[in-house]
């Protein structure tokens, strides 16, 4: 593969990484959609999207640049404390607003 080939397959997979893990976000009502403005909570689609990336962690082990891997890892680790942290809120509450809930780093 010829360098302008390998940094646009970079950019894609990063564009995909990301794009998971800003649904995955959502989906745990830690940020709100975009579309509605409003603050949703699908704990199951999170948890979805959180394995699609685990998955293709496990799938492209071995295959990824430096950059690739650190950053899945650090989505990845990222993405899991959060769902942790839902869980622990217990249930979604009724409707919320458009507020931003705090984001564990």
Do not use: C, W
């Amino acid at each position: 593969m010829n360098d302008q080939n390998e940094m646009n397959g970079n950019m894609h997979f990063l564009g995909l990484v990301s794009a998971l893990a800003s649904s995955a976000m959502q989906q745990m009502g830690k940020v709100a959609n975009p579309a509605t403005g409003k603050i949703e909570r699908d704990m199951d689609a999170a948890k979805t999207s959180i394995d699609m990336l685990e998955m293709l962690k496990q799938k492209t082990q071995g295959n990824l640049t430096a950059q690739e891997s650190g950053m899945l890892m650090a989505l990845l680790s990222n993405l899991q404390l959060n769902y942790v942290d839902e869980l622990n809120r217990g249930p979604a509450p009724a409707e919320k607003g458009p507020e931003e809930k705090k984001i564990i780093i």
